[in-house]
T-cell receptor, first 114, second 112 residues
Framework: SQTIHQWPATLVQPVGSPLSLECTVE??????LYWYRQAAGRGLQLLFY??????ISSEVPQNLSASRPQDRQFILSSKKLLLSDSGFYLC?????????????FGDGTRLSIL | QKEVEQNSGPLSVPEGAIASLNCTYS??????FFWYRQYSGKSPELIMS????GDKEDGRFTAQLNKASQYVSLLIRDSQPSDSATYLC????????????FGRGTSLIVHP
């Protein structure tokens, strides 16, 4: 069966510091991969998605970036965090090329910026 | 612009009652519909998928889809306090973007 791993679970970072969140998927090949952010009491905001290695689409212009160095690895990064980057970051995967397949989420990373 | 609307709630029901959660969507080309449950501080968990008009039952959960009226509902029978969570509706177009549009969720509280 497929599993998705996300780490760390919680992170406290000072403003201006860098960020790296990692997500890996097991049990499937060439998945679609996604990064979402959920601010407190708010809906899911799609940040990036990827249909293959090195292919990244950005939904929201901001100081975050994403990379997909391997088929089942998705990384969210920032060079300098802002206070507004605080939130709950979720990685998700879905079957490639199939709009009738749902997304499956990792456990998330709760990021607090001080 | 594709929109998915949900009443934010909270919807409060007594234990043992039927909870009815509703979701409307704007794009008539929508073909796939998903319900997720999200406990406070946790990630969304898929609980139901529905693709055709009508009802789909899975245990205490029933999803209802009406494409003509552009709404999808989730019924939870015999509600339990453990069902207290936020329920997210997600809608996807067919043949085009595989990225679902999520509603902002309805908070459900089941009180003993």
């Amino acid at each position: 069966s497929q599993t998705i791993h996300q780490w760390p679970a919680t992170l406290v970072q000072p403003v201006g510091s860098p960020l790296s969140l990692e997500c890996t998927v097991e049990g499937t090949s060439n998945p679609n991969l996604y990064w979402y952010r959920q601010a407190a009491g708010r809906g899911l905001q799609l940040l990036f998605y990827s249909v293959g290695i090195g292919q990244i689409s950005s939904e929201v212009p901001q100081n975050l970036s994403a990379s997909r160095p391997q088929d089942r690895q998705f990384i969210l990064s920032s060079k300098k965090l802002l206070l507004s980057d605080s939130g709950f970051y979720l990685c998700a995967w879905s079957v490639v090329g199939a709009s009738n397949q749902p997304q499956h989420f990792g456990d998330g990373t709760r990021l607090s910026i001080l | 612009q594709k929109e998915v609307e949900q009443n934010s709630g909270p919807l409060s029901v007594p234990e043992g009652a039927i909870a009815s959660l509703n979701c409307t969507y704007s794009d008539r080309g929508s073909q796939s519909f998903f319900w997720y449950r999200q406990y406070s501080g946790k990630s969304p968990e898929l609980i139901m998928s529905i693709y055709s008009n009508g009802d789909k039952e899975d245990g205490r959960f029933t999803a209802q889809l009406n494409k003509a009226s552009q709404y999808v509902s989730l019924l939870i029978r015999d509600s339990q306090p453990s069902d207290s969570a936020t329920y997210l509706c997600a809608v996807t177009l067919s043949g085009g973007s595989y990225i679902p549009t999520f509603g902002r969720g309805t908070s459900l509280i089941v009180h003993p």
